[in-house]
């Protein structure tokens, strides 16, 4: 191989090799999309018990409320929870102490149906889905402390987001 092309063949390799670098180099600087954030409250539901996060986004689900609850995925076609998707928070003793969280992302679109264990139990619906109902055994409200992320890329979907599930504390609520 003559002089020249040997040179032409190195300038072209690393022309491509700087810029794979330079679209590389782009991709890992692109910022991560922000947190999406589920607020638990004092009447033991999720918030924002439906939003929408890009794969890979995180879900913080941050507990303003006295009392502990639990993050319990759950698959409505057969009952199974999910080993992965399972966290538990303490809760806020009052304004001023420490808010807990409990932080989850997910790599693939779907649906992510979930529960709080402590405040609601699957039941075996008519036509064989599991949803979660209400335990008998606690106190004061009446719906099953339940809710659903969809993973998607669809635009329209994550910017249907709740506005308070932009804000990791919400003022002037309970906890913040």
């Given at each position: 191989?003559?002089?020249?092309?040997?040179?032409?063949?190195?300038?072209?390799?690393?022309?491509?090799?700087?810029?794979?670098?330079?679209?590389?180099?782009?991709?890992?600087?692109?910022?991560?999309?922000?947190?999406?954030?589920?607020?638990?409250?004092?009447?033991?539901?999720?918030?924002?018990?439906?939003?929408?996060?890009?794969?890979?986004?995180?879900?913080?689900?941050?507990?303003?409320?006295?009392?502990?609850?639990?993050?319990?995925?759950?698959?409505?076609?057969?009952?199974?929870?999910?080993?992965?998707?399972?966290?538990?928070?303490?809760?806020?003793?009052?304004?001023?102490?420490?808010?807990?969280?409990?932080?989850?992302?997910?790599r693939h679109a779907g649906l992510k149906f979930y529960f709080c264990?402590?405040?609601?139990?699957?039941?075996?619906?008519?036509?064989?889905?599991?949803?979660?109902?209400?335990?008998?055994?606690?106190?004061?409200?009446?719906?099953?402390?339940?809710?659903?992320?969809?993973?998607?890329?669809?635009?329209?979907?994550?910017?249907?987001?709740?506005?308070?599930?932009?804000?990791?504390?919400?003022?002037?609520?309970?906890?913040?």
């Amino acid at each position: 191989m003559s002089d020249s092309r040997s040179r032409r063949i190195a300038a072209i390799g690393t022309s491509v090799a700087v810029a794979w670098l330079a679209l590389a180099g782009a991709a890992w600087s692109k910022p991560a999309p922000p947190p999406v954030y589920v607020h638990m409250n004092g009447a033991n539901e999720f918030l924002e018990n439906v939003v929408a996060v890009r794969p890979g986004q995180p879900v913080v689900f941050v507990d303003q409320d006295t009392g502990p609850h639990t993050i319990v995925g759950y698959d409505p076609a057969t009952g199974a929870t999910s080993k992965r998707f399972d966290g538990a928070v303490e809760g806020t003793p009052g304004p001023g102490h420490a808010v807990h969280t409990y932080t989850i992302r997910f790599r693939h679109a779907g649906l992510k149906f979930y529960f709080c264990s402590i405040h609601a139990e699957l039941a075996h619906e008519p036509g064989g889905v599991t949803a979660p109902k209400k335990r008998p055994t606690v106190h004061g409200f009446g719906d099953p402390m339940d809710g659903l992320i969809i993973v998607t890329t669809d635009r329209h979907l994550l910017a249907a987001n709740p506005a308070t599930s932009r804000q990791r504390i919400l003022p002037h609520y309970f906890g913040g």
